[in-house]
């Protein structure tokens, strides 16, 4: 059966268009994994790549710059991404920039972010390796919530417990709320301190005013003991002597006491005196008699005064004397 022409213009048009989206099938998909253009390779390190795959893409503040050209594990812990990134893009990036793995959107495929730090720093170049941050993963968040809902019902529970303990007026919290006269009893014992820390603020406030008023006053006494440092040590020297003159006083009441005891002791002559009856009966005679003697001597002088035998004599003493005080008086 031979072909028509129509045919054969059909099966030219097939091969045709089948090749123009096959090339350009080939071309997107090679522009897409950068085959097509010059890229630099980066590397980063990662505990969990939380399902990123190679292919993934890369972006820089919000801009597809490449794609995840492998995933390494290298040992139970760490997992080394390599990355192409496109050759107008790395004059951007600096070393300190930090690569992150997240998702495109809320349910997207995975995506490797390059976030930039701050500060200066040199651009990177072929090959270099990146910090890396590792985010907490959606399987790390169940897991969070499963152990904070299970601690929410222990509470739930435990308040539960306190709560019907409370109204059933078990222990103190549960007798305050039941018992409406300690409750009464506890307000007013509250009321008290409140005004007796009220009356201790005013009464510190008052101290502080006295002890600021002398300190700025010199003119009161307190005030000038307080402030003049000479003053002070004057009255610390007074109160020295005071001590001492103190001392000395009890000094001398201890030396006029054992003088008293001695006068009231059987012992000196002061004693003997004043106790010995007999002396001071022989005393008072001797007195007496010295008295009476002196009495009859003055009589005695007064005769021979009279006698003529001494009158002449009597009488030169007495113009001596006048002319004495006569002289005097001139």
């Keep these: 059966m031979k072909q028509t022409s129509s045919q054969k213009l059909r099966l030219g048009l097939f091969v045709i268009i089948g090749s123009i989206i096959f090339i350009a099938a080939i071309y997107l998909i090679g522009q897409r ?6 890229t630099y390779t980066l590397s980063a390190f990662f505990q969990n790549v939380n399902g990123l795959q190679r292919g ?23 997992i080394k991404v390599d990355m192409n990134i496109q050759e107008k893009i790395i004059t951007h ?71 019907t303990a409370m109204l059933e007026g078990k222990g103190t919290v549960g007798l305050l709320l039941n018992d409406t006269i300690m409750a009464q009893d506890l307000k007013q014992s509250v009321n008290n301190l409140k005004r007796a820390s009220r009356g201790a603020t005013n009464t510190i406030n008052e101290l502080n005013e006295i002890i600021t008023s ?23 020297t007074v109160v020295s002597n005071l001590e001492t003159s103190s001392n000395e006083i009890e000094g001398m009441l201890v030396n006029i006491n054992s003088v008293v005891e001695d006068f009231n002791s059987s012992e000196g002559a002061f ?30 002088m007064e005769a021979l005064k009279h006698n003529f035998l ?21």
Aim: charged fraction near 25%; hydrophobic fraction near 35%.
């Design 93 to 163: 990036i600096k070393k300190n920039a930090i690569a992150t793995i997240g998702s495109d959107g809320l349910v997207g495929n995975m995506i490797l972010n390059i976030v930039p730090s701050k500060g200066p720093s040199e651009l990177i170049s072929n090959g270099d390796i990146i910090e890396s941050y590792s985010k907490i993963g959606a399987d790390d968040i169940l897991s969070t919530l499963s152990v904070s809902s299970e601690n929410a019902a222990i509470l739930t529970s435990d308040l539960l417990k306190i709560t």
């Design 33 to 38: 994994q950068n085959m097509f253009e010059k």
């Design 310 to 330: 001494f009158r002449g004599y009597f009488k030169k003493l007495e113009r001596q004397e006048k002319r004495e005080a006569k002289n005097e008086d001139d």
């Design 56 to 78: 993934n893409n890369v972006r820089y503040s919000g801009i597809d710059i490449g794609t995840v050209k492998a995933i390494t594990m290298i040992n139970d812990s760490t």
């Design 214 to 236: 002398l300190k700025i006053e010199d003119n009161t006494v307190l005030g000038m003991l307080l402030n003049d440092s000479i003053s002070g040590q004057k009255l610390k």
């Design 271 to 300: 004693n003997y005196i004043t106790k010995d009856t007999s002396l001071v009966n022989s005393l008072q005679s001797t007195l007496k008699n010295i008295n009476e003697g002196t009495e009859k001597f003055d009589q005695n």
